[in-house]
């Protein structure tokens, strides 16, 4: 557990975002969290979201538009990674939704043809260990956008060996949610508001043998 504690930090510790927390918490100088339990819990998940948060990345492709006599060139997702740190392939547990959303908000569900054919690695010790998960995204209509909602379970509670449907989620109840139009990714926080596809439930989560790393020759 110290020891992947230690490599999420050292990974960390050039960002801004983790020089704050250090100023704002119980050693820092400008305290944030007072020393009630309330508080403590809130200082702790802070410290979860900011080491944990998954890490999404997309890959796109061309696709030529004809409309009439006009023809256009737009770009769309074909690839995205998920990148998990101090993930643990045997013990992670991970819930994703990936929707297509299109006008007046209809929402349509792709995440099975991202989970079908999932390649996996390990993450280099220098970028903090954890895994690299990458899949295919269904083709989207000229109308739609992608969605994406990630339930990643915090690794403390799995290093701990206490992970339960309880256990804190990072990013919060709602876990980290992305807009995805065409090859630029935006983070939606709890405090942007609901989005389309919070409506779609995530029953199970990715199955752990999905999970599993390649093996190297």
């Not at 099975?112 to 390990?122: A, G, H, N, V, Y």
Request: hydrophobic share 35%; with cysteine; aromatic share 6%.
């Amino acid at each position: 557990m110290i020891e992947g504690l230690y490599l999420a930090w050292r990974h960390f510790t050039h960002r801004t975002e983790m020089q704050r927390f250090l100023e704002q918490c119980c050693w820092g100088n400008n305290r944030r969290w007072t020393e009630t339990e309330e508080d403590q819990v809130k200082e702790l998940h802070a410290l979860i979201n900011m080491l944990f948060k998954p890490q999404l990345k997309v890959q796109t492709r061309l696709v030529s538009h004809t409309r009439g006599n006009h023809s256009s060139l737009r770009s769309e997702p074909s690839k995205l990674s998920l990148v998990l740190p101090g993930a643990d392939p045997e013990a992670t547990r991970l819930g994703i939704v990936l929707a297509a959303v299109g006008p007046n908000q209809s929402i349509r569900n792709i995440t099975p043809s991202w989970e079908d054919d999932l390649e996996c690695k390990w993450l280099p010790i220098e970028e903090g260990m954890g895994l690299k998960i990458v899949g295919k995204v269904a083709k989207l209509s000229e109308t739609e956008h992608l969605e994406v909602r990630v339930l990643y379970y915090s690794p403390l509670a799995l290093m701990t060996g206490s992970a339960t449907e309880g256990s804190p989620v990072v990013g919060g109840k709602m876990g980290v949610r992305y807009l995805i139009k065409g090859g630029k990714i935006t983070v939606h926080s709890n405090e942007d508001g609901p989005l389309p596809s919070d409506k779609m439930l995530i029953e199970q989560p990715v199955s752990n043998k999905k999970l599993q790393p390649e093996r190297t020759a």
